[in-house]
Structures are given as C-alpha cells and as structure tokens.
C-alpha cells in the first residue's frame, strides 16, 4: 500500500460506541486493489459530539465518512444537501464532501437491490413482505418502492410504527399500494399472496437463539427470503425457507453493496466487488466476530 504522504485522502465512519465494524477492512483492501492514496479509519463520536465532528469533515478536509448507529438519522439536519432516498427513508449513512459541501446518501437502501440484483431477484412488479418497522425497514421499503414493486406490506409489533413507514411510502410513491399488519394478524393471506419476505428485525442473530420472526407455516417455496442478518450467516428463518423449497439469502450481500455504493461515491470509480467480499469473509472468519461482541455491546456497526 501507498505510504500515507500529503495527498492522501482520508475517508471513515462515524458512530458510538463503534464496537465492532467491518467497514474499514473492506474499504482499505478496495483502495489496496485500485492503488488508490485514500485510507478508511473510525471514528469514536459521542451523541454530544456529533454537531462538532460534522463540522470537523469539513475542516479537515475528509473526504468521506460513513454514519453508524446512533447517528444515522440525527445527521441528516446537519449536512448540505440530501439524496432523494436519503431524504425520504430520514437517514443517511454515507457523507460525500464535496469542497465544503456535505451531501448526505442512503446507500442501505441500494445496496439491498443490487444485493437482490446479484441474486437476480428483480422486485419490479412484486408484492413484498417487510418484517420490522426500524431504519433498515425503512431503507428497504424505500428501495423497494424505488425499484418499482406493485406493493409493500409491512408487519410489525406496533401498528403506529408500521404506519409511520407505510405513510412515508404512500406520500411519496402514490402508484404502490401499502398494507399494515402486526404479528399477532392474520398472516396467512399475506403469505399467500407475498412473493418476496424479508426479515428486517434482529431476531435470528446470534444472541437471539434460533428465534423467527414469523412461524416457518407462513413460509412458501414460491417466496425468495432476505434476511437482513449476516451473523449467524444462516438463520433459522433461512434454514426454513430453504428445507420448503424457497429461494433464500442473508444480509451480507446488502452489507457488501451498501459498502461498494459507497465507495463508488466517494471515488467515482468502480469498487473492487470481489476483494470487498473477501475482506467481509476474513473479518467475520477472524476471532473478533460481531456476535461475540454483541454479547457484550447488543450493537454491530455497518
Ligand atoms: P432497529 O431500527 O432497531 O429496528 C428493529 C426492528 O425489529 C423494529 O421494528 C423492532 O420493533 C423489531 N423487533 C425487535 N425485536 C423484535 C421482536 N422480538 N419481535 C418482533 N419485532 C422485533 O434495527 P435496524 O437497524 O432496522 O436493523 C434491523 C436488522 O437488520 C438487524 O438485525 C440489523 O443487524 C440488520 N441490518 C442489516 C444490514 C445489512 O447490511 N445486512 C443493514 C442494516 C441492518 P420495535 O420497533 O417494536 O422495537
């Protein structure tokens, strides 16, 4: 790798407490790959912080920065300018500083359909079940939305926090029609009728044991199943689907994507896919997995 010199560009995430992230090795084995005098470092920002550390891209000329848990919607009022999915889905989670001008990006939400893409899964047309009403729904909606499904039907434990989802899409995508559930309804009609279910809560990850999010019965073997969740990489609601029949793939290819969109942004190049991909496996491999420190933090970071 390039020594660091006075041309180096310096781009990182941000986020508290910032346990546990990925995101450094995949962006700093990409920009070894291209050859490229950038460097990828976390930075610790407390909440109280978060004003003072936005202030400081741009006095220190930083080029980019990822935004993490807790900031990724208390930082959209402090940027320039806003990408229209960041702007609708509240959040953003990839700055780009552009000669002083911040510009904040949603790439969750494009990572997820290039993730679909890769698994040649083309949401167009589709009727989509979205488990959970949290950030990573919203994204998901959104890109969904986006990407031009027929509908989107969320379900979630509270009915107010699934309509506050539902009435964000219906304002701005008047053509696809959106449904509310929680998980104590009915959900054999919707299962039915879904062709794409993606789990958009925590239950499954590691800590959680072999929790589902909804019984495996509403699982069909014409239905193509995301789980958000990389850790464990193969969840309970995935093993499932699969033994059904069922299409099935975890959250690392969103991870991947919404990392390579990034990149993209900041660089105008296009990001090395493969070692992303390689740096994602060896870190989860390593002995510093995100699951044992969850055990301890509840929390992983992009
Ligand atoms: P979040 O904002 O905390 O939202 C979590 C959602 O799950 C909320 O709707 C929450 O409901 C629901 N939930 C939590 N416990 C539940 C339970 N026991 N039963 C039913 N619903 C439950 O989290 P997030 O950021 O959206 O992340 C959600 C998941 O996606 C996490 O597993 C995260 O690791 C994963 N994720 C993956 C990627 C990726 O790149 N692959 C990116 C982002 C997130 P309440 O609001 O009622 O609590």
Not at 139 to 165: D, H, Y
Not at 180 to 193: C, E, G, V, W
Request: no cysteine; hydrophobic share 40%.
């Amino acid at each position: 790798m390039e020594e660091i010199n006075g041309k180096t560009k310096i781009t990182g995430i941000i986020g508290y407490p910032l346990t546990y992230t990925l995101s450094p090795a995949m962006h700093n084995r990409a920009f070894e790959a291209l050859k490229l005098n950038y460097r990828y470092l976390p930075f610790v920002v407390e909440p109280k912080n978060l004003e003072d550390a936005i202030k400081g891209i741009k006095a220190l000329n930083i080029q980019g920065i990822n935004v993490t848990m807790p900031h990724k919607e208390t930082v959209v009022n402090l940027l320039d300018e806003l990408s229209t999915e960041a702007q609708i889905i509240g959040a953003v989670n990839t700055i780009k500083n552009d000669n002083g001008r911040l510009t904040g990006y949603n790439t969750d939400a494009g990572g997820f359909i290039r993730a679909l893409e890769k698994e040649s899964f083309n949401p167009a047309g589709k009727i989509a079940i979205i488990l959970g009403t949290g950030g990573a729904a919203k994204a998901v909606a959104v890109a969904l939305a986006q990407a031009g499904a027929a509908s989107i039907i969320i379900v979630g434990r509270s009915i107010n926090k699934a309509e506050t989802v539902a009435s964000s899409l219906r304002s701005n995508f008047q053509e696809i029609s959106v449904k509310t559930l929680t998980f104590k309804d009915n959900l054999a009609d919707i299962s039915q009728i879904g062709e794409l279910i993606v789990n958009a809560t925590p239950l499954g990850m590691k800590e959680s044991g072999d929790l589902l999010p909804v019984p495996l019965e509403f699982i069909k073997a014409t239905h193509f199943v995301y789980d958000l969740i990389y850790t464990p990489l193969e969840t309970a609601l995935l093993n499932g689907a699969r033994h059904k029949g069922a299409r099935a793939s975890n959250g690392l290819g969103m991870l991947l994507y919404q990392a390579a969109s990034a990149f993209e942004i900041w660089t105008g190049t296009s990001a090395p896919v493969e070692v992303m991909h390689q740096a994602l496996i060896q870190g989860l491999k390593s002995g510093d997995r995100p699951d044992n420190v969850q055990k301890k933090n509840s929390r992983v970071s992009t």
